[in-house]
C-alpha cells in the first residue's frame, strides 16, 4: 500500500501500513465512501499533520481526539481550522491557557496552526478521520492501534518529548 505521508514518517511507520489493522481501517474507509458518507478530513489530508511535521522535528505532540466533523473545518491536524474557518471552542480554549500560562495574547479569528506544525508541534488526532456531524464515529475502525504505534515510535525516539492532551501537559517518563 503507498500511504500518502512524509517520507521520513513513511520510513518511521512502514510496518504499520501492511498490519491486518490498518488494512481493516482503509477497507473501512472505502466503504464509508462507496456508500455515500462524507468523511473528514478529505483522503488527501488524513495525514497532514505528519506532512506538516516530519518525524526529526517532532518537539512536542498535541493530541486530540478526532478531526472537526462539519464541512469545511477539518484538516489533518488537530484543533487546527483553514484560513478563513472561525476557530472552534476547543482552539479557543487552548489560545485561552496559552495566554493565561505564558501571556501570550489570544489571537482572533486565527485557526490554522500549520506554523506550529512547521516548528515541530505534531498536531496528532487519536482517530485520524471523522463521518460529516458524527464525532467519534471513526473511534473502533482501528485509528487509535496506528495512533499508539505513532506516539509509541516518537517518544522511543525522543525521551523529552511533550505530550499535550487538550491543554494538559505531559512528559513522558520512561522509568
Not at 464509508?32 to 505532540?61: C, D, W
Request: aromatic letters at 10%; hydrophobic letters at 40%; a positive charge.
Amino acid at each position: 500500500m503507498d500511504v500518502q505521508i512524509e517520507a521520513s514518517w513513511k520510513a518511521a511507520l512502514k510496518n504499520e501500513f501492511t498490519k491486518p489493522y490498518f488494512l481493516e481501517i482503509v477497507t473501512h474507509l472505502k466503504t464509508e465512501k462507496l456508500s455515500g458518507k462524507t468523511i473528514y478530513p478529505p483522503g488527501t489530508l488524513i495525514f497532514n499533520a505528519f506532512n506538516q511535521t516530519p518525524f526529526s522535528r517532532v518537539s512536542v505532540v498535541i493530541l486530540g481526539q478526532d478531526p472537526y466533523h462539519n464541512p469545511g473545518q477539518a484538516h489533518g491536524m488537530s484543533f487546527s481550522v483553514p484560513n478563513g474557518i472561525k476557530p472552534p471552542p476547543s482552539l479557543v480554549n487552548i489560545y485561552k491557557e496559552i495566554q493565561q500560562d505564558v501571556g501570550v495574547p489570544m489571537p482572533t479569528g486565527y485557526g490554522n496552526l500549520t506554523k506550529w506544525a512547521e516548528q515541530g508541534v505534531l498536531l496528532l488526532n487519536a482517530m485520524l478521520t471523522v463521518r460529516a456531524n458524527e464525532p467519534a464515529s471513526h473511534q473502533k475502525i482501528g485509528w487509535m492501534n496506528f495512533t499508539d504505534a505513532v506516539i509509541q515510535k516518537i517518544s522511543d525516539e525522543n525521551p523529552a518529548l511533550f505530550f499535550c492532551y487538550g491543554v494538559s501537559l505531559h512528559r513522558i517518563n520512561k522509568s
